[in-house]
């Protein structure tokens, strides 16, 4: 793979409503993470991708988007976000925003025309079907039927995820010049790139026929028919030929549910995209992203074997975005951990496990603390659209209510989107103000004050591990190096990575005791361990309860 700029940069993503508080009236806005960059910039990130910024009625927090040229007035101003460009610079950080083009707010000034006037261009810049009945049976991400209907008029419209979400009509060239101008208006600003919402939804089925019903309600999940459909590909070619070709950009685009097979066109040499996130290993507790009530047992051995396929076939095509959190997922290392979330040192093999595999390591907000999920009492204490279409879609399939608040305080978003804690005082230093979503529980205890300079910390552990992949011994080997899968124990995850002249074998033990792992033929040597000795055993390596080694062959 040719080298690229961006296959150097460490991630963290903001939460913006969720980060700082600079003007305390209980949301995060942009002058709290230019208050913060200090803090970022001691991490060791490169790059942020900050999560919607733009003016919307914040229906699902900024995805729903009512001006792309505007800053949502809770946030700051355009000025405020020049400052925040600016002064990350200086610190050598860059930054990419949330492209979000599969649809806008139903409060955005096309879609008020397209409703005022059905026969304006911009009615065409939507999906509506005229008729006294709902289309089809398709069932969109946040529950219910995709179809809205129309107030006072024989007519419905599309909305693959909200209903305050209608989605855009790509199949509308002028349309999709209009979202090009406004890609390369925000390029233009000195931005680094995007990350790109939803983008696999953009074409739909065309036949808009009804699918066989998955549900109780009668109705066929949207995924089906709405996201990764054929044809797609020339929207998405387009789309980086008007804009992103035209920039030394960088874009991750949010693509669940593409092939392995087609990796080639969305992340090979002339691909869509820089990168793309794959969910596979995201979703190994669930049946799919989208039914959180669809449980799914799994041990250390699924997520190796999930986690490996993905990094085999991201490495046949390109580079990729590697995570094990984000704005949409629920804590690390609850999910991931089980009963070890409260082991330090668990959250810590976790962590460098996903973080020296080849590709981008992305952090999400409060990762870094090993922060956990919250423990909500009641399906009012919820903010996120889908948690509550979870809740009910779950005691509609026939769970009871405590079942169903069970699935939802493990799988909700609004996990990841808690306050982030600064400190332990109330409202864990975010804000003097009562914030717009209560704090996780576990704020008095993990926060960044407790855990900065704690050298057995979570936090003081990234910020070692960043060290270590940037600026280490190994760098070149660490980013870019080739991975494959080792043979292991159960309970613990192996790979080596490597360049032609070097060879690091790194082993994650994931269990509460000790491992013992096949050694290769050949000398070793230990380069890095997360904590402890590195113990030879006459069988092998032995590895300590929940510790992460590195050996290089030598
Ligand atoms: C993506 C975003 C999610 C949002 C949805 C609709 O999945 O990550 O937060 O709700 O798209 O825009
Ligand atoms: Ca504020």
Known sequence: MKKQWWQEEVVYQIYPKSFYDSNHDGIGDLRGITEKLDYLENLGVTMLWICPIYQSPMDDNGYDISDYKAIAPEFGT????????????????????????????DEHEWFQKALSDSGSRFHDYYIFKEGGQIPNNWRSVFGGSVWEKVPGREEYYLHSFGKKQPDLNWENEELRRELYEIVNWWLDKGIAGFRIDAITFVKKDLTWKSKEPDGVDGLSKCTKSSRNQPGIGVFLRELKEHTFDRYPCVTVAEAPGVPYGELGEFIGENGYFSMIFDFRYADLDIDSGSEWFKRVDWGIKDFRDKIMDSQMALQKYGWSANFIENHDQPRAATKYLKDGQDNP?????LAAMYFFLRGLPFIYQGQELGMQNFNRGSIGEFDDLSSIDQYYRAVEEGYTKEEALRFVNLRSRDNARTPFPWDNTQYGGFSVHKPWLGMAEEYPRINARAQMGDKGGVYEFYRSII??????????????GRIEPVLSSENVIAYKRYTQGETLLCWFNFSRGKEVEMLPDGGMEPVWQSYGEVC??????????YQSVMLKLV
């Open 536 to 545: 030879f055993h006459e069988n092998g390596l032995e590895l300590q309860p």
């Open 345 to 349: 040192e668990a959250v810590k093999t």
């Open 78 to 105: 355009m000025e405020d976000l020049e400052e925040l460009i600016g002064e990350a610079g200086k610190r050598g950080i860059k930054i990419i925003l949330d492209l979000v083009v599969n649809h806008t707010s």
């Open 467 to 480: 060290r270590f992949r940037q600026k280490g011994p190994y760098r070149n080997c660490l980013i870019y």
